[in-house]
């Protein structure tokens, strides 16, 4: 890519695409992820699924720098700034993302086990539960944070296409780390369970830092090199983080908010929530082109406001709204229609079969919702507007998924159901509340260039 101005022109098809099929493609491993080990232990698959939104909630936390860093990245490249400024920003991201990941693998060592005691779980699930995330969230939780700068770095540079190829790579080495650690034995291996599975993902992680790494030396106008790193002007820092850290937040609160949610669905039984696990397993592939299309938003909008273009941007996210609605929807009712044999991919057992279709009924609800958020609030984040959602975010969050939830779920005693029918509220809600929020214009004082 030569310059700013062909990368402040790409369309928003040469954008979405690549994130598209990365989504999809790391859904799909995912999924393969659950199968093997439901083949395996389905109290494993109960274990791992119970850590999974604390593996989340440390990505959230790297997140505060990864998308600070694209953000203010994208309009500058937009606002056509110098290299110095461009490696400026790479360098200070690179060393806060770095402090971060250390700290958090301390906290993992030393809370993970109080952690799960909060849990109402079988011996068997808390193990499976702390054996993956003092492995995967702890020991390689540099690997995990890096591999999210390096994609974010390449993706504001336009380079979405040299981020998925990475992907595809990195998850099939994990996939291959998983069949050796759950069916070893067939070829005289022994097998490594839980610890495996986990340190399969640690080890694809590794790759993805080398090939990013790689590709962006590789790549003469990134500008991100490390020579005087730790020489970078204060106030690079203190951008990233004005805007990551209240960016973030919106994630944070959601991630929080669905712990607790969790901790009182798990009091609902194994069945309870190994029907979450494969619901959310199916359902991803439904929502993988609204996020694609959230993230390329973000990024389009980030050019077009740096170039002083904010007219342009207001009129073509509307546009992207329509297409994702209509894609979301779609494949939310395609997983319906084949809903029953998916299904026993995952178990034979017939009340988390019920309790998994009636939950995928409700996805129709919760993906609409949750498409408007991630076009919506991924335009806003990409002007530089992030106070806003995530202060309206965290109000709604608390209220609706975990106030409402626990009236639906428990209170009138619809299960499990009920949870979701209050997830999918608060998307919706949150989700116009954001429609208004962009149609008002607001967003347009908050540029960073």
Not at 174 to 198: C, E, Q, T
Not at 213 to 235: E, G, L, S, T
Not at 413 to 424: D, E, P, R, V
Request: with cysteine.
């Amino acid at each position: 890519m030569s310059n700013n101005k062909s990368r402040g022109e790409l369309s928003m098809l040469k954008l979405t695409a690549p994130l598209a099929m990365e989504q999809v493609f790391r859904i799909l491993i995912a999924s393969v992820d659950t199968l093997m080990l439901s083949s395996f232990s389905e109290k494993a698959v109960a274990g791992v699924g119970v850590v999974a939104q604390y593996s989340f909630f440390l990505n959230i936390l790297f997140s505060v720098i990864v998308t600070g860093t694209t953000i203010v990245l994208a309009q500058y490249l937009g606002a056509n700034k110098n290299e110095d400024e461009l490696n400026s920003i790479a360098q200070s991201s690179t060393v806060m993302i770095t402090v971060i990941s250390i700290v958090m693998t301390l906290v993992v060592f030393v809370f993970t086990k109080p952690l799960l005691n909060c849990y109402t779980l079988e011996d068997e699930v808390r193990q499976a539960a702390d054996d993956y995330f003092i492995i995967y969230g702890g020991i390689c939780a540099f690997f995990c944070a890096f591999s999210l700068l390096q994609s974010g770095i390449l993706r504001s540079y336009g380079y979405t296409k040299e981020a998925l190829y990475v992907t595809i790579i990195a998850n099939l080495v994990n996939v291959f780390g998983n069949a050796v650690s759950i069916y070893g034995d067939r070829i005289g291996l022994p097998v490594f369970g839980v610890k495996g599975v986990a340190w399969a993902s640690g080890i694809s992680m590794i790759v993805s830092c080398v090939l990013l790494q790689i590709i962006i030396i590789r790549k003469k106008d990134i500008k991100f090199n490390f020579k005087n790193i730790f020489k970078v002007d204060a106030k690079y820092y203190k951008l990233i983080l004005n805007v990551g850290v209240p960016t973030a937040g919106e994630s944070l609160s959601y991630n929080t908010a669905q712990i607790v949610s969790m901790a009182m669905i798990t009091t609902l039984g194994t069945c309870a929530m190994n029907a979450q696990i494969y619901t959310q397993t199916i359902i991803r592939f439904a929502y993988a082109i609204a996020i694609a299309m959230g993230n390329a938003t973000q990024i389009k909008v980030g050019y077009l406001v740096g170039a002083h273009e904010s007219d342009v941007a207001y009129k073509k996210v509307y546009r992207y709204w329509i297409t994702s609605v209509g894609f979301s929807m779609s494949l939310v009712a395609l997983c319906n229609l084949i809903k029953i044999p998916v299904v026993k991919i995952f178990t034979d057992n017939p009340e988390t079969t019920a309790l998994t279709m009636s939950l995928l009924l409700v996805s129709f609800y919760i993906e609409f919702g949750r498409t408007m958020n991630l076009i919506f609030i991924g335009a806003l984040k990409g002007s530089g507007d992030v106070m806003f959602p995530v202060l309206y975010g965290i109000v709604s969050m608390w209220a609706i998924i975990v106030g409402l939830g626990a009236f639906f779920g428990l209170g009138l005693k619809l299960g499990i159901a009920g949870f979701w029918l209050a997830t999918g509220t608060e998307e919706t809600t949150r989700g116009i509340v954001m429609l208004f929020r962009w149609k008002s214009k607001r967003w347009q004082k908050h540029a960073l260039v």
